[in-house]
């Protein structure tokens, strides 16, 4: 019987790597997205090509919309798993940030997958153990000036993980964050070589994590191998924050 897990922001940088790896362990997937149709239809056919056996189906929602949870779960049939890799950040002075920004990232990161997770949580428990994953951030732990907004919505995505884990404990349903610290991906585009390196140097193991990196440790969480891990935070981070 194939397993099914659903990988929000699939077309992202980290949410391509968790599909790449999760299709290697055996996975069908689907391939969430919102405007990248073409990142995720080359996705799906380069992951039919390399995996027959397999299923790969691409679906679009809208996270921005306070509907776009009600929008997925429609075209959801059977699901074991759940990624959330969505990778909306937002940089500006809390004096800076509008309402609307502050709409739009709690939608993308804390409503909508709340909602998803409501609505699929009778698919999940069917399964003997099913699994739940947040790509949250160092900065829901710790906090970032210039980054406030972004910060509470991960701060949110931690709390809900730590209490939803004990809710849905007696379903066999296991839920944990992965927390990065810096990824090389485009979505810190924003900073120039000097910033990149003034960071690298705070952190110990002298480099940033890879979205290999990130995406290894979902493939191990929901591998069967950490069945006795619920509700934690999982630092992926060089040691910057411990």
């Known amino acids: 019987m194939k397993k099914f897990a659903l990988v929000v922001g699939a077309t992202g940088a980290i949410g391509h790597a968790i599909c790449t790896q999760l299709a290697a362990d055996g996975w069908s997937l689907y391939l969430h997205y919102n405007t990248s149709v073409d990142k995720a239809n080359a996705l799906e056919k380069q992951l039919t090509e390399r995996y027959p056996q397999q299923e790969f189906l691409t679906l679009r929602a809208n996270f921005l919309q306070a509907t776009g949870a009600e929008v997925l779960a429609a075209q959801l049939f059977t699901i074991q798993t759940i990624v959330f890799a969505s990778g909306q950040a937002h940089y500006a002075l809390l004096e800076d940030t509008t309402s609307a920004d502050m709409e739009a990232l709690w939608h993308v990161h804390v409503q909508n997958p709340m909602r998803l997770v409501a609505l699929t949580a009778a698919k999940l428990r069917k399964h003997p153990t099913s699994y739940i994953i947040f790509i949250g951030s160092?900065?829901?732990?710790?906090?970032?000036?210039?980054?406030t907004l972004y910060s509470a919505v991960k701060g949110?995505?931690?709390?809900?993980?730590?209490a939803y884990a004990q809710e849905v404990a007696p379903s066999h349903t296991r839920v944990n964050v992965i927390a990065p610290g810096i990824v090389d991906t485009?979505?810190?585009?924003?900073?120039?070589s000097q910033e990149k390196q003034e960071i690298i140097n705070t952190i110990p193991?002298?480099?940033?994590?890879?979205?290999?990196?990130?995406?290894?440790?979902v493939r191990f969480y929901v591998s069967g191998q950490a069945d006795y891990v619920t509700g934690q935070i999982i630092r992926v981070n060089g040691g910057w924050h411990i």
């Not at 900065?139 to 980054?147: L, S």
């Not at 949110?156 to 730590?162: E, P, T």
């Not at 193991?205 to 440790?217: K, N, P, Q, T, V």
């Open 186 to 192: 485009p979505m810190n585009a924003h900073l120039n």
């Open 205 to 217: 193991l002298g480099y940033m994590a890879s979205c290999e990196d990130i995406g290894a440790m």
């Open 138 to 147: 160092i900065w829901g732990d710790i906090g970032a000036a210039g980054e």
């Open 156 to 162: 949110a995505q931690h709390s809900f993980v730590r």
